[in-house]
């Protein structure tokens, strides 16, 4: 994509704005402070570094930040990062806390906005986090960055063209700001234009994003696209950038799924649950992997999971009604799944789903049992 | 006596002096009738009192009346003689007498009668009568008959000779002229010593000269030679000398007119002069002159007589002569013979100057010169004619006088010369000649205008000190007041060309140049040196001493320039300023102007140079100037408006710089500067992210300039940066205008991407292949070449449009031979393309290809070639397994059931070892395919044996029964073997990991081969998902 040029004739192009975006405060600092501090933070670094998985870096930066917070309370930041590295560890409840703590003292403390919306949404509590979002919005208007996260929340609810006009405002008023495009390309996406959605996510590398959410849209576009052998690629440069991000394990594991690696596939996805229990795409996609090496009872375990988890989403039922005609012979259950398939689906679907052959299929069935 | 008066005035009307003498002895003859006729005439005392009248027109009538009455009376008494005595001893002396009164009777007649002929002629011209008055004729009747009687008649009358005159003489006048001839030739030979004979021989000769006979005319002036005593002599020698003139014989007419002058010189003394012998001197030279023989000629004829006291006289009217006529090329040796021959002539110089004054300088200055040369030399110091005339005070000082004008003359020459061709070797020549000048005579009035010409030929070599010193001698000498501006102006510019040579680089003339530093920065004030200061004192003093001074504003103008060079503006800024508020008009006041925004152009005042552009436009100087430096001012104008722009942009002002360029384009909407300052706003307003207001600045470039060398640029942003909006159908709308536009350019190429990239975006698929064609075409970076083609390709055949396609796939195996992966892949995707299209031998043949080039390759293993290569080796062997498939049997012969078994079951073996190959290959899809259909093909073979007739010879239901059931034993192994290699595509799919087409194929083969084992399960739905999540910014703080 370096074909757009930007002539330096007199210009010479700003870097990336989120910089600006973030509203930076130093904390104050005092001989013990620093000490406690400093050494959380590097701690805390070191944690990150490990893949959030060394317990001895989160323990010292843990107690550490503990310290700050405890001797300077309005310490915005250690409350911050003390927040993060919770939500890292899973002490999801108290890493709700400290973020709460660091908006308490900093109201326009963008990240943390930020962060304890990424918290209620791995929840899966959309409304928590879209009140948040909201909240957020109110309390620094204007702001890029908690602009882009109340789209993303829109299209989590389902609300693309909501989504969609907050992003394209966003990249309008700043090209730079590349999560918009993301959010913008992941609109195009759930509408099903995929060539858009791709142009999109390329304008983001094109700007200087190199995230792992970026890598992963474009390699699902690539399977979308039948290039699957330009999917791969992505996706593991999307696994490479960010080891952590759910739907980039989840993209993984499909990938793996659909060539035929079953094992791969069930460790992607296993992951991507280890980091969001809830995630539904995943259970879904571990129901099959797991029926795929004949783990009938995980995956039904899985399909039940998931369908408790989120009850709107009907690939679960769909595969879950696939499952008991396919491994447990429960005929009834299955259309009951598939017709609940149907009416998620709504529109979306079209008269030559296979769908409609299964249910005809079980009708059939069902006929010749009672003759 | 009275007679004699009117005889005189009536007859002879001559110049008084010449002919008194001859008139009175003309008459000598009658005097002794004098007393008769005193007698006869009675009454004289009236006369007197007449003659004391006052009034002469009084006079004159009364005597004339009385005369008339006299003369009558008197003609009445002789003829009353005659008559009385007509044989009278006095008779002869009355018919003399009477026939002098009847020819004055006549004459008198002529006279009236041509006073009366004026009146009537006058009248006639004023038109009051319209008849032309007959001429008033002579009649001379009465007289010419009384002599004719008394010379016939008495021969021995003693006044018979006189009488032979009168008569002679009244028939010239009667207008007989043979007559007259007769008795003037009667009168020679009869009275040979008669006194009258010098004037019958000159009358006659004057007779014959103006007939043209000029023979005889000389021989009667001739005869006049023998009485040197006559009154007529002088006359005669004239007109022989002018008779020989007429006839071209100069050197004897010269001989009579100079005998006229000795006969002068003898008669008055030698030092004796007349107009009748100034003119002698001067037909003398004239003769010559206009002879062949020229001033040499004169020159041998003084010789030939002895040389004369005037000769030199007659050489000088010579030389004179030709100077007059401009015939040059006879004066100029003419003079030559004069110097040669008369040397030392204290008038040479005065015929020198003459001579080089008649010489036309604009025709022959270099001759002027060279006479001037010669001049000095001739007549100069040291000459030998100076010490043979040291005692002529006047004609040295003559000399003295026309040299020194020559001098001057000579430099001013050399002068002009070296003007006209900036000749060097000119000027120093005059400039010698002004010196030698100067020093010869200091005390001369044209001293100073000498210095001031010496001072500008210095000027002139570059001598500017020298100059400078002779221009401030004359400016401080000279009491002209012109000569002193003049001198103060050239003062001061010497003064300047003195600063131009001593600092060439600081003075340069090419350009109003401050002081700058080694980096081109603006240096300091400068105190000014020595020689500025003088040059700026010099600038004042012409002020001082013209203080209205025509050239006053060049002295500021020059004075602004030493100020300027030393970068103290504000005191040039302020003489300037003073030439333009007091001399508007002067073309001084422009260049003011231009200097006051040069200064400001240095100090990068741009809204200054912006100020004093439109005074420049505006003043009435400049309008004289229009056209092109109109322009360049606007120029000058509107890029200080740009520079002033780019100055506030350096300095990060964006916001104030876009709106300074913005306001360039607006108020100046015609400058050169508008389209670029419009351009460089949108880029600002991209820089400072603000989209809007750069694309307005572009649109309104693009609007306004169209064909501005930026337009492709503003475009090209245009795009860029509606694409940065997200309006794609704008962008794109932009990026094919320049793809159509500019087709040539660098900037459709990458267009041509762009625009590729945002049809495919809108999944228009063959427009973008289109675009990525042309941009593989035109692009000169060889892999974005390949790529984009292969892009091309296969954006083509996504689109259906398949022979794009194929073209698009076969530009590329030509030209990417080495990309063994993208050939195999175009070989491969051109194969499917005819599989598709059902061209079954073109697709068996671009596998073909494929298989060649990856076996010419080597055929490296676990690349995208390789499994293009197992692809198609698979597919190739669809030809094959047709054929196989193809084999059945319907007849009932055992014959052709044999046959047809053997043959499939050959078939069938080497299907399957070809299939074998394909695994051997290590593709993993290709291996799981092939294991697929090996199985496949055994399936087909066990489908086969079951589809046999049943022989008609087994024709009952038992040994149906039993040929079914050997059937079935014969189908039963290749059933096994069928299922054998199903399960193995699946158990290899799960080794491998891979699983496709082929592994659900073998499943459902196998669901339906061994139900109980496996199920055919159905598809479940997998779910990919863009990740849709709130970014993690990180830690915060240190």
Not at chain 1, 308 to 328: K, Q, T, W
Not at chain 2, 289 to 305: C, H, L, N, Q, T
Not at chain 2, 628 to 651: C, Y
Not at chain 2, 856 to 878: C, H, Q, V, W
Request: positive net charge; hydrophobic residues 35%.
């Amino acid at each position: 994509m370096k074909k757009v040029y930007i002539f330096t004739l007199l210009l010479t192009m700003f870097a990336c704005g989120k910089g600006e975006e973030v509203v930076k405060e130093q904390p104050s600092k005092t001989a013990v402070q620093i000490d406690h501090y400093t050494l959380a933070m590097e701690s805390a670094a070191a944690f990150e570094k490990s893949g959030f998985t060394n317990n001895d870096d989160y323990e010292t930066a843990l107690s550490n930040f503990e310290m700050v917070t405890a001797t300077e309370r309005m310490h915005a930041d250690a409350w911050f990062n003390m927040g993060r590295i919770l939500f890292y560890k899973g002490e999801i409840p108290r890493a709700k806390e400290s973020l709460k703590n660091a908006i308490t003292y900093r109201s326009n403390f963008v990240e943390a906005y930020s962060l304890l919306t990424k918290i209620y949404l791995l929840e899966n509590n959309l409304n928590a986090a879209l009140s948040l979002a909201e909240k957020a919005n109110e309390l620094v208007p204007g702001n890029n960055v908690l602009m882009n996260n109340l789209a993303v929340l829109y299209i989590k609810t389902g609300d693309l063209p909501s989504a969609k006009k907050i992003v394209e405002g966003l990249i309008r008023h700043n090209t730079k700001f590349t999560p918009a495009y993301i959010t913008l390309g992941n609109v195009y996406y759930l509408e099903g234009k995929y060539e858009m959605a791709r142009f999109i996510y390329l304008k983001a590398l094109d700007e200087g994003e190199d995230s792992g959410d970026l890598y992963t849209n474009i390699g699902i576009i690539a399977i979308k696209l039948d290039e699957g052998n330009n999917a791969l690629g992505f996706l593991k440069k999307a696994e490479e950038k960010s080891p952590n991000n759910p739907y980039v394990l989840n993209n993984v594991g499909e990938y793996y799924l659909s060539a035929g690696d079953f094992d791969g596939a069930i460790k992607e996805f296993n992951a991507a649950l280890k980091i969001n229990p809830k995630m539904i795409e995943a259970l879904v996609n571990l129901g099959v992997a797991y029926s795929n090496v004949k783990l009938f009872n995980e995956a039904e375990d899985i399909y039940k999971k998931a369908l408790s988890y989120d009850p709107s989403f009907p690939e679960a039922y769909f595969n879950y009604g696939v499952f008991l005609i396919d491994h447990r012979d429960q005929n009834v259950k299955a259309l009951a799944m598939f017709n609940k398939y149907l009416v998620l689906k709504g529109k979306e679907i079209s008269d030559k789903h296979r769908v409609y052959r299964y249910i005809e299929e079980i009708n059939q069935k069902k006929k010749g049992s009672k003759k | 006596m009275i007679l004699l008066i009117l005889c005189y005035i009536i007859n002879f009307n001559l110049s008084a002096e010449d002919t008194k003498a001859a008139k009175i002895d003309f008459y000598k003859g009658a005097q002794e009738f004098v007393t008769e006729i005193d007698s006869i005439m009675s009454n004289k005392q009236q006369l007197k009192k007449i003659e004391s009248d006052e009034n002469f027109e009084g006079k004159v009538q009364n005597i004339e009346a009385l005369e008339q009455s006299n003369r009558d009376l008197s003609i009445s008494s002789f003829e009353a003689y005659i008559k009385k005595y007509p044989n009278s001893p006095n008779t002869p002396d009355a018919l003399y007498r009477l026939s002098k009164l009847y020819y004055e009777q006549a004459s008198q007649k002529v006279i009236k009668d041509t006073e009366n002929y004026e009146k009537e002629y006058q009248k006639f011209l004023r038109g009051e009568t319209q008849v032309l008055p007959p001429d008033p004729v002579a009649d001379y009747t009465d007289a010419i008959r009384t002599l004719n009687r008394l010379t016939k008649d008495y021969k021995s009358y003693g006044y018979r000779d006189e009488a032979l005159y009168l008569l002679g003489y009244a028939y010239f006048e009667q207008g007989n002229t043979a007559k007259g001839i007769e008795s003037y030739e009667a009168l020679i030979k009869e009275y040979p010593k008669s006194d009258k004979l010098p004037e019958v021989f000159t009358r006659l000769g004057e007779y014959y000269f103006d007939a043209d006979n000029l023979t005889k005319a000389v021989y009667y002036y001739s005869q006049v030679l023998e009485y040197p005593d006559s009154p007529y002599y002088e006359n005669v020698i004239y007109k022989l000398a002018w008779t020989y003139y007429h006839k071209k014989r100069i050197d004897e007419a010269s001989g009579f007119f100079v005998s006229l002058i000795d006969y002068n010189q003898r008669k008055f003394g030698p030092d004796y002069s007349s107009s009748t012998m100034n003119e002698a001197k001067n037909y003398i030279a004239i003769g010559y002159a206009e002879s062949s023989k020229g001033i040499k000629g004169a020159y041998d004829f003084f010789r030939k007589i002895g040389g004369r006291n005037y000769e030199y006289d007659v050489m000088q009217k010579i030389c004179e002569l030709y100077i007059s006529s401009d015939r040059l090329n006879k004066a100029l040796p003419a003079f030559d013979f004069i110097v040669q021959n008369y040397p030392y002539n204290p008038s040479n110089p005065v015929i020198h100057e003459k001579l080089i004054n008649s010489i036309k300088p604009e025709q022959n200055l270099k001759l002027i010169n060279k006479e001037r040369d010669k001049m000095i030399k001739l007549f100069g110091e040291g000459s030998v004619w100076r010490e043979k005339n040291k005692d002529n005070i006047k004609a040295i000082v003559t000399a003295d006088q026309i040299i020194k004008k020559q001098l001057i003359g000579i430099a001013l020459y050399h002068q002009e010369r070296g003007d006209a061709n900036r000749d060097r070797k000119e000027y120093i020549i005059a400039a010698k000649m002004y010196y030698e000048f100067l020093r010869k005579y200091p005390m001369d009035a044209l001293v100073v205008g000498a210095r001031y010409n010496y001072a500008k030929i210095l000027f002139n070599l570059g001598d500017y000190d020298g100059a400078i010193k002779e221009y401030t001698a004359v400016q401080n000498y000279t009491e002209d007041e012109k000569l002193r501006e003049e001198s103060s102006f050239s003062l001061v510019t010497a003064w300047q060309s003195k600063l131009r040579k001593e600092n060439p680089r600081k003075y340069s003339t090419r350009e109003m140049r401050p002081l700058l530093s080694e980096t081109g920065k603006l240096l300091p004030p400068n105190k000014l040196n020595d020689d500025e200061s003088v040059t700026v004192a010099a600038c004042k003093k012409y002020e001082t001493l013209n203080p209205k001074g025509r050239r006053l504003p060049h002295v500021w103008y020059i004075e602004a320039e030493v100020y300027f060079k030393n970068n103290n503006f504000d005191d040039a800024r302020a003489k300037y300023k003073a030439i333009v508020e007091k001399y508007p008009n002067e073309k001084v006041a422009t260049d003011s102007i231009r200097n006051i925004i040069a200064s400001y152009t240095y100090q990068k005042n741009y809204p200054k140079i912006e100020e004093w552009s439109k005074v420049l436009l505006a003043s009435r100087a400049f309008d004289r100037g229009m056209g092109k430096d109109e322009k360049e001012i606007q120029s000058l104008m509107t890029g200080s408006v740009f520079k002033r722009a780019k100055n506030i942009e350096d300095e990060g002002r964006y916001e104030e710089a876009a709106a300074e360029y913005i306001r360039l384009a607006k108020q100046y909407p015609k400058s050169e500067y508008s389209d670029a300052a419009l351009y460089n706003a949108g880029l600002i307003y991209e820089k400072i992210g603000d989209p809007t207001e750069a694309l307005r600045s572009y649109r309104m470039m693009l609007a306004k300039y169209p064909k501005s060398k930026h337009s492709l640029n503003a475009m090209f942003r245009t795009a860029v940066n509606y694409e940065q909006q997200l309006d794609f159908n704008q962008s794109l709308y932009f990026y094919e205008q320049i793809t159509k536009k500019y087709a040539k350019t660098n900037f459709a190429v990458d267009s041509h991407y762009n625009s590729g990239r945002i049809r495919r975006a809108f999944s228009q698929y063959d427009k973008a292949a289109d675009h990525f064609m042309a941009y593989s075409i035109q692009s000169k970076d060889q892999k974005e070449k390949a790529s984009s083609l292969l892009l091309s390709a296969s954006l083509y055949e996504r689109s259906g449009k398949y022979a794009k396609a194929l073209n698009a796939y076969s530009m590329y195996v030509k030209n990417n031979k080495k990309d063994l992966d993208g050939v195999m892949l175009s070989h491969v995707s051109m194969a499917r393309m005819y599989d598709r299209m059902g061209k079954g031998t073109l697709a068996y043949s671009e596998y073909n290809n494929a298989v060649k080039v990856f076996r010419a390759s080597g055929s490296p293993t676990g690349t995208a070639a390789s499994e293009y290569n197992a692809e198609a080796r698979f597919k190739m062997l669809y030809t094959l397994s047709s054929k196989y498939n193809a084999i059945k049997v319907k007849s009932t012969s055992v014959k052709v059931m044999k046959s047809a078994y053997e043959n499939k079951q050959k078939l069938l073996q080497l299907l399957s070892e070809q299939y074998l190959k394909i695994i051997n290959l290590g593709s993993p899809e290709w291996s799981i395919a092939s294991l697929y259909m090996i199985g496949f093909e055994f399936n087909k073979f066990s489908d086969f044996l079951y589809e046999i007739p049943v022989p008609k010879e087994i024709n009952t239901p038992q040994l149906i029964s039993e040929y079914k059931g050997q059937i079935q034993t014969q189908a039963m192994p290749y059933e096994d073997r069928a299922i054998e290699y199903y399960e193995k595509s699946i158990s290899e799919s799960a080794r491998l990991k891979v699983a496709n087409e082929w592994t659900q194929k073998a499943k459902q083969k196998l669901s339906q081969l061994k139900p109980a084992e496996y199920k055919d399960n159905k598809e479940a739905i997998t779910v990919v998902y863009p990740s849709v999540d709130i970014k993690d910014y990180g830690f915060i703080g240190k």
